[in-house]
């Protein structure tokens, strides 16, 4: 049972193609988990597009010109399911599966893997170990973390498959993943994250964090 989601403001930037990559590639992935942001979003692309109708009323012919576009299109091959259940928006990104993922160590039980960056956003997947803590730390900016798989506790709450959580410059936390299979979560963090401690601080610029 999924117990958090997105803000609806986010849910509407989504569906009006306001949200950034990163943004939007969390929502999206959210949404394979979620029927009800997902039915949310339909609705406000509904809506969306009723209201573009009727501020710009289509040509008589719009539908046919639309049809012969679909006829010239280049066929599209088949895609291959995913053997382990990653959601097709990262699967997409990915080029396969979560469990063909490639994690750079950042320690024993924590690691990560850079997916892409645009100007100070940084979307990641990260994986923790059982009882794998990040480190008490805040941020100079916000932090999206939609977990696929395990789950963490924080100051925030417990997070579990579908869950999606927001730090704002005025949270303070320390995820930890919780007992069971490894924690797996999509993370977009739009600034660096602000550690106290020393040794948590230098590794975060090693890292990129």
Not at 19 to 28: K, Q
Request: net charge negative; hydrophobic share 45%.
């Amino acid at each position: 049972m999924i117990r958090h989601h997105p803000e609806e403001a986010l849910l509407l930037d989504y569906a009006s193609g306001a949200a950034d990559e990163g943004l939007a590639l969390i929502v999206a992935t959210h949404l394979c988990f979620c029927p009800a942001c997902h039915q949310t979003v339909i609705m406000a692309e509904a809506m969306g597009g009723a209201l573009l109708d009727a501020a710009a009323p289509m040509r008589g012919d719009a539908l046919a010109l639309a049809l012969a576009r679909l006829d010239d299109a280049a066929p599209v091959a088949a895609s291959v399911p995913s053997r382990d259940g990653t959601p097709s928006p990262l699967r997409s990104l990915l080029g396969g599966d979560l469990s063909g993922v490639r994690w750079r160590a950042m320690g024993p039980k924590l690691g990560f893997f850079n997916l892409f960056r645009r100007g100070q956003t940084r979307v990641r997947l990260l994986r923790g170990l059982p009882g794998a803590d990040t480190g008490s730390h805040s941020h100079h900016g916000c932090e999206y973390t939609l977990v696929l798989q395990g789950g963490f506790t924080d100051e925030t709450g417990s997070y579990g498959p579908g869950d999606f959580a927001v730090a704002t410059p005025d949270v303070v936390h320390n995820p930890i993943a919780d007992p069971g299979e490894p924690c797996i979560n999509l993370a977009v963090t739009t600034a660096p994250l602000k550690f106290g401690a020393l040794i948590p601080r230098i590794a975060a610029r090693l890292f990129g964090f």
